[in-house]
């Protein structure tokens, strides 16, 4: 493969070294892990500091080279794939917990910081940055994604705590937003403008998050029904009982089925809901978990587990954090394909039940964070075999469709990438001509994450 | 007065009537409740839908005058003033509850729907719109502001409720953004661009609010201490040991001393923290109150009172909610000038500290959203007064640049109106040039709430 361009200028920011164009590296950074084609880029770097990320992008700008953020690589979407080459930008040498401000509950961190080891440190002042995505994510890419996951019931989206960002801008100026009071009325809300933008407004390098204090205890239930709307009627009868759950995950029979013959597991292999509360008085979560368990069983609840502090709370759990390696490992040669929809509660069994129909000819599974309406459907298939994913991209299309017919959402958590692209002009209407504005006054050469979002 | 211009088309987009020139009719929409000074607008119009909202402002467009929101008139920086006159588009008649969508935990309500009014309803659905800026705001003045108050410590300010909205851009179309999924990462955050603009990017007509379940009881616990920074301590330490507060109030001596007097109270008169707890169980909470009442003794509380359920809050809680009427009764003659900044946790104790300096002479009271690091520093004195009032103001421009050096915000959840314009530059630096490209982007000819947020 020949150089589009000369690599010296770039050697030139970084030491001479933290520059490659060597077909491995550039393989690496190819894909995330979605189904979605691979391209490379021309040439990756690794900036150390946010005045090094301002110099490459201000190269990139001089010599029209799209600029892609790397994380960790993790997206389900496609979200970082360089599908029109150029430079990407990986994030992953720029991970430094810069300050840990335990007094403010907040943490100032480089993009590249992997959130798990960021919980870790946390954990030793007591404190924790909520939203978990499950994968190995990067900071940044969360930031870029808005990613959520499991806690989001109750603790919201990544976009509920960046208190402040540096950003280098697609014209290579650094601004700095937001500022480290807990709240501000003070001006347009620009944190939130790049959060959840996936890199396509410019390159976050440095953040600033909000922090909680670690809960004192657990309690968590888990419960098996005969149907999805049993659990699914569950799950908002709780919200609406005064509870605040801190997890709230549904798991079709499929996801049960494998877990059982993937773990050697004795799970009930019916529609389940396993949820997680957190408090300061085991007592008072003792009280809880009796009400948590009349509800479960007034909806039908066939077998019902349950337990008090964080040992059983990881006993009762530790089969989700396997679902995604299970069904992996049940289908080998298979590949994944994940959608990611959210719609109003009230829509959550309907949904469900209208997965179930789309995939009943398929190898699918159905489980996702119930408390906010948001489904994962999973299917395993053969990318390679044009007939079959025909077949499940038409499921994902009308599921899809069905989901904003429900005025919900084309993705909850995973973003737009590639894939949900085609879906924007339905959910936004007109409003999607606003952000293509937004896009070119800060954007105008299309340079970051070309291909995304937008067409 | 004369017109300048002619009141019939918008008398033939509103029925005929709703529009109105009358004097008295100026006179109340010139002022907001702040000290700022007041400015008639021209006319001031009554739409009922959104589509004649669009219309109102294609009009305005075409005829280049001025468009500004009007809710409640509550505010306290100026934000609804019509400085440069033009029409006001008071939106109090357009306060339907349009639906509530209990089992979804969301309402739509037009924009002119008082969020007191709301929560009345919504509690007979066991559900609550959680920011309480305490005065009667409507929901979308609260939306223009991003209003918070005493619960945003566990709930967190209005741009956390606002799932949609519909939105007159100043080109007189309506667009729709967001959508009623509880999490979503489809394309560009625009409920937080439109949230907090203080009616400077679009008139926002209704919105889709996302809703939380009324706990089940409560647990209040009012402490007073020897100085600020034991009760400042005490604010996070509490927050540090897993708890989770609803409310966490501070209030000078000198405000103790007022209700005193004006209530005919016998408060404790030193440094006060007013804490609200929530949860689904009472023998839960008893165990919080005794850990609470702990904390509050190691850090030196003087006198502690405390009660569980909910007249034991209302009893605790009752003459904080009477504190700017007291102030107000007890300096007749006198007008209030209330500043707002918010700084991190760990710096709280500080500003207390530089506020009452600066307000050694003055007539000051501080109080505010410790949970939050927001504090309102409120002066009675005599704007009429030159030279009196140029020395309060000198102490507003101090106490912000002090919050602003340490890193906090000019406003936490006031906006920024007129009184805050001239500390946007320090407080945002590069990042105030894009805001003013976002304004230009949508306003070009600066109609909409011009001479706010920038000059």
Known sequence: MTQKFD????????????????????????????YHAPHLPDVVVWPHTTEEASRLVSWARQNKVPV???GAGTSLEG??????????????????????????????????VVYKDLNKQLARDGLFFPPDPGAAATVGGMIGNNASGIRSVRYGATKDYVMRLAVV?????????????????????LPALFTGAEGTLGLVT??????????????????????????????YTIMRAGLSPAAMEFLDANVMRVLNADRGLALDEHPTLLMEFSGYSRRGLAEEMAFVEEICREQGALTIDRGIGAEEK??????????????????????????????????????????????????GY??????????????????????????VEEATSRIVRQALAFEGTCTGEHGVGIGKIRFLEAEHGESLALMKKLKTLLDPDNLFNPGKIFL
Chains 1, 2 share one sequence.
């Open 206 to 235: 440095e953040a600033t998050l909000k922090l909680v204090g670690l809960p004192a205890t657990f309690m968590a239930v888990r419960a098996a029904f005969a149907t999805p709307l049993q659990a699914t009627t569950t799950v």
């Open 169 to 189: 801008l697609p014209d290579g100026s650094v601004i700095h937003v937001g500022n480290r009071a807990r709240k501000s009325s003070s001006g347009y809300n």
């Open 366 to 391: 159905l489980f996702g964070h119930a408390g906010d309406g948001n489904i994962h459907v999973h299917v395993m298939d053969e990318p390679q075999n044009p007939q079959r994913w025909a077949r």
């Open 68 to 70: 892609v953020a790397w």
């Open 314 to 363: 990881a006993r009762l759990w530790e089969f989700r954090h396997q679902t995604y390696e299970s069904i992996k490992r049940q289908h080998i040669g298979l590949s994944p394909l994940i959608m990611d929809v959210a719609v109003p509660l009230s829509r959550y069994s309907d949904m469900v039940e209208f997965c179930r129909e789309e995939i009943r000819d398929l190898t």
């Open 7 to 34: 690599l010296g200028p770039l050697k030139a920011i970084l030491d001479g070294r933290r520059v490659s164009a060597g077909e491995s590296v550039l393989q690496l950074h190819s894909h995330d892990e979605s």
């Open 79 to 112: 979200n970082p794939i360089p599908v029109r080459g150029g430079m990407v930008v990986d994030c992953t040498e720029m991970n430094r917990i810069l300050a840990v401000r335990a007094e403010d509950f907040q943490v100032d961190v480089q993009a590249g």
